[in-house]
């Protein structure tokens, strides 16, 4: 669900090893492509892309079968919102069984009349960030409504939110 997000080049430049999963091999390729950067690919149940000289680690197939880590950070900036509320609490358990306890983690989520229209992006209820992983707080949130999708914006959307939340560290 990593995409092919400049995020991943960012977290790394900060020297964080990056690991993602992406079901998409196409995107996984393009990643690396778009980026200049070599790779090899080491075939598992997981098609492993590495970067040969880099910390970015790409697992291609289905995130609810990755079993990898224990992680010590998770961020999330789409992946959370882009499931439908069924699968949700499946994600976030999976996501921590994949990490350790005190794991940093940085969601960001959106927050909008669902009722003017539906996601993905869906609306988070803060309720269901802190059910879903319990040690997230509120950071941070700005209007984000000149970024909605145009069908929110067509459907008379006023307002929307962008919501970044931080695990409290113990």
Same mark, same amino acid.
């Given at each position: 669900? /990593? ?8 977290? !790394? =430049? ?14 996984? $390729?393009?990643?690396? !492509? ?9 075939? +598992? ?14 697992? /291609? ?6 079993? =990898? +880590? ?7 900036? +789409? ?16 996501? $921590? ?7 940093? @983690?940085?969601?960001?989520?959106? !927050?909008?009349?669902?009722?003017? /229209? ?21 950071? $941070?949130?700005?209007?984000?409504? +000149? ?6 914006? =067509?459907?008379?959307? =006023? ?9 409290? @560290?113990?």
């Amino acid at each position: 669900m /990593c995409g092919k997000t400049p995020d991943l080049l960012w977290l !790394e =430049e900060r020297g964080n090893e990056v690991v993602g999963v992406e079901l998409s091999e196409i995107a996984v $390729a393009a990643f690396f !492509e778009e980026n200049d950067i070599e790779y090899e690919a080491i075939d +598992g149940e997981f098609r492993h892309y590495r970067a040969t000289d880099r910390s970015i680690s790409l697992y /291609c197939g289905d995130y609810f079968k990755f079993r =990898e +880590g224990p992680f010590d950070a998770h961020y999330d900036r +789409g992946a959370f919102v882009a499931m439908s509320p069924d699968l949700r609490p499946y994600y976030a358990k999976h996501t $921590a069984s994949l990490l350790t306890k005190d794991a940093a @983690q940085l969601v960001i989520t959106v !927050e909008y009349d669902q009722s003017v /229209c539906d996601g993905p992006p869906y609306s988070i209820d803060p309720a269901e960030a802190t059910t879903s992983w319990p040690r997230l707080r509120r950071h $941070a949130w700005v209007d984000d409504t +000149g970024n909605a999708p145009p069908k929110f914006l =067509e459907a008379g959307l =006023e307002k929307m939110h962008e919501v970044v939340w931080l695990a409290d @560290q113990d």
